[in-house]
């Protein structure tokens, strides 16, 4: 009966641990940061401002946040190559454990769709003019009051938009957080120590 043998695995050094698990601290307290302040953030702002800074302001924020991540990484590696020199060479192992993660990993998408939000309004305005033809009396109370319906389902939306909005961001910063820490651990492994 022959034995297969598995392929060694690196073990890797105590010190890489702990930046790994360094890394993974700061992506977990990063994501817990943005879902606490992200609903008091959109609670004041109108649905349009949201459509339109949301997105831009969620990658301007990641974007800064990954660079000064990866900096720190970079940094303890060059510290650990000046304490501890490399016990195993490779071709560019010096320049592939420093290099930042591709720029693509930091970019979080956003979208967020307001068509429950507009046919609401365009349902109101249409149930006062159709019931304007059939009864004149009730199709006028109809039109005076779609401005105020229009307000309620707007404020309604606006709320709605919001939470979408939130969600959405979060699940835009969880996934753009998964991808930087899958870089950044790669970066630690092929650190050759």
């Known amino acids: 009966m ?3 043998r598995a ?3 690196r073990e ?4 890489l641990q702990a930046l790994k698990a360094r890394v993974a601290a700061d992506l977990a307290e990063f994501r817990r940061d943005v879902g606490w302040r992200l609903p008091a953030a959109l609670e004041g702002v109108s ?24 900096r720190e990484v970079q940094q303890a590696l ?23 993660p591709d720029s693509r990993l930091t970019r979080p998408s956003f979208e967020v769709s307001t068509a429950a939000l507009d046919a609401s309004v365009v349902a109101a305005l249409a149930l006062g003019v159709g019931t304007l033809f059939a ?3 009730v199709g006028g109370l109809f039109l005076l009051a779609a401005p105020t319906l229009a307000s309620f389902g707007r404020e ?3 709320r709605a938009l919001r939470q979408r909005a939130a969600e959405s961001a979060m699940k ?9 820490g899958a870089e950044l651990e790669r970066v630690i492994e092929n650190f050759p120590g």
């Open 78 to 100: 060059a510290e650990l190559a000046r304490r501890e020199p490399p016990t195993r060479e490779g071709p560019r192992a010096d320049t592939e454990a420093l290099t930042l």
């Open 172 to 180: 835009a910063i969880d996934d753009a957080l998964l991808r930087l």
């Open 7 to 9: 392929a060694p695995t």
């Open 2 to 4: 022959t034995e297969t």
């Open 135 to 137: 009864n004149a009396a």
């Open 47 to 70: 649905a349009s401002e949201i459509r339109q800074h949301l997105g831009p302001f969620l990658e301007l924020t990641f974007r800064d946040w990954a660079e000064r991540e990866n």
């Open 156 to 158: 309604r939306g606006d």
């Open 12 to 15: 890797s050094s105590p010190t």
